[in-house]
T-cell receptor, first 111, second 114 residues
């Protein structure tokens, strides 16, 4: 079965700083999804990556999938308190859209 | 913006009781899912549902669980004879296609078994 490992598990940054979260898969990724979860709430879709080397950006968040399609990174530029939450990476199973999730990265942004 | 809605937001039940968690997926979506997240643990896939039948299920989804789409809009998860370890946040999700598309998640139902 596919396993996703996220690092770091938690992160505290000062407002305005950049940060990177990593997601490493035990198998080739067919589709890699980034979601954000606020404590006790649902998952909010951020981005989906499919092709090796693909990079997508939305506002101050950029996600990349490496050429070998086994690792993805999420980069936040000039972090704000609104970026605080738990960031989850999820991977498509090759048989369908059942997602396997990483353990999450808990981000706190200090004003 | 269309969204997946789940009810109730919180449910407390006694061990051994049956519970039904309800979800209204996005109206033009065809694939429906249940996930759960035990406090402090990963979000885990339970089951996917398409064309009125289960398409995939995980090892967690044993005979204690069942899903149903009773009326063309609701999608329910029934847990029979609840156990303490069933306490978790249960998320419903829906998507328009099977692969290569985002799944939209509801806000979750927090189930506490006492």
């Amino acid at each position: 079965s596919q396993e996703l490992e996220q690092s770091p598990q938690s992160l505290i940054v000062q407002e305005g700083k950049n940060l990177t979260i990593n997601c490493t898969s035990s198998k080739t990724l067919y589709g890699l999804y980034w979601y954000k979860q606020k404590y006790g709430e649902g998952l909010i879709f951020l981005m989906m990556l499919q092709k090796g080397g693909e990079e997508k950006s939305h506002e101050k968040i950029t996600a990349k999938l490496d050429e070998k399609k086994q690792q993805s990174s999420l980069h936040i530029t000039a972090s704000q308190p609104s970026h605080a939450g738990i960031y989850l990476c999820g991977a498509d199973g090759n048989a369908g859209n059942m997602l396997t999730f990483g353990g999450g990265t808990r981000l706190m942004v200090k004003p | 913006e269309p969204e997946v809605t789940q009810t109730p937001s919180h449910q407390v039940t006694q061990m051994g009781q049956e519970v039904i968690l309800r979800c209204v997926p996005i109206s033009n979506h065809l694939y429906f899912y249940w996930y759960r997240q035990i406090l402090g643990q990963k979000v885990e896939f339970l089951v996917s549902f398409y064309n009125n039948e289960i398409s995939e299920k995980s090892e967690i989804f044993d005979d204690q669980f069942s899903v149903e789409r009773p009326d063309g809009s609701n999608f329910t998860l029934k847990i029979r004879s609840t156990k303490l370890e069933d306490s978790a946040m249960y998320f419903c999700a829906s998507s328009p296609a099977r692969q290569n598309t985002e799944a939209f998640f509801g806000q979750g139902t927090r189930l506490t078994v006492v």
